[in-house]
């Protein structure tokens, strides 16, 4: 399977830990996007990456949430001391710098965080 | 501010029929637009985009229109099948480097057997 990966597919933890979220991008794909979905919501652009570097963060994105693409392909998303508003879909899509398809996001299968 | 609304949650339509789903926007800059389907449990996939130079797009059942000076476009499915049943989401880019998406909130479409 070449699509976008994440894992976990499902995290439930408690308020005021950690989390940590993996996403693998399609291979040749140098743009990465993480987006939140909440109930009832379309998904809400979180951060980009072009390669390893980060280029654009939401304000949605506090102090608490970072992310990372130390090498330019997977990346990771950290919340740490988890609310309950942090409960929500986390997805991550990819997309390519040139060609047919760089206006398209390929997105991912999600993790779904539910915090305590 | 939502600048990507789809102001219809939900739509039912009998197999066989057309089904139209509708996407206003307020933002005159967005350069492309792109209408994603959702399963339960699933991601967004990608299913047909237009640029804001076309106002058609047309892809085997499904026809994007876009209406520039009513900042509207409209999915057309013809003819919807039961496996069309989904969250349709309707999303829009500035283009070029500044790719983010802006999705609207979504609309159910329940197709009829």
């Known amino acids: 399977d070449t699509g976008v990966s994440q894992n976990p597919r499902h995290k439930i933890t408690k308020r005021g830990q950690n989390v940590t979220f993996r996403c693998d991008p399609i291979s040749e794909h140098n743009r990465l996007y993480w987006y939140r979905q909440t109930l009832g919501q379309g998904p809400e652009f979180l951060t980009y990456f072009q390669n390893e570097a980060q280029l654009e963060k939401s304000r949605l994105l506090s102090d608490r949430f970072s992310a990372e693409r130390p090498k330019g392909s997977f990346s990771t998303l950290e919340i740490q001391r988890t609310e309950q508003g942090d409960s929500a879909m986390y997805l991550c899509a990819s997309s390519p710098q040139s060609g047919l398809s760089y206006n398209e996001q390929f997105f991912g299968p999600g993790t779904r965080l539910t915090v305590l | 501010d939502q600048q990507v609304k789809q102001n219809s949650p939900s739509l039912s339509v009998q197999e066989g029929r057309i089904s139209i789903l509708n996407c206003d926007y307020t933002n005159s800059m967005f350069d492309y637009f792109l209408w994603y389907k959702k399963y339960p449990a699933e991601g967004p996939t990608f299913l047909i985009s237009?640029?804001?130079?076309?106002d058609k797009n047309e892809d085997g059942r499904f026809t994007v229109f876009l209406n520039k000076s009513a900042k509207h476009l409209s999915l057309h499915i013809v003819p919807s099948q039961p496996g069309d049943s989904a969250v349709y989401f309707c999303?829009?880019?500035?283009?070029?480097?500044?790719?983010?998406?802006?999705f609207g909130k979504g609309i159910t479409l329940s197709v009829r057997p």
């Open positions: 237009i640029s804001s130079i076309k």
């Open positions: 999303a829009a880019s500035l283009g070029g480097a500044n790719s983010k998406l802006t």
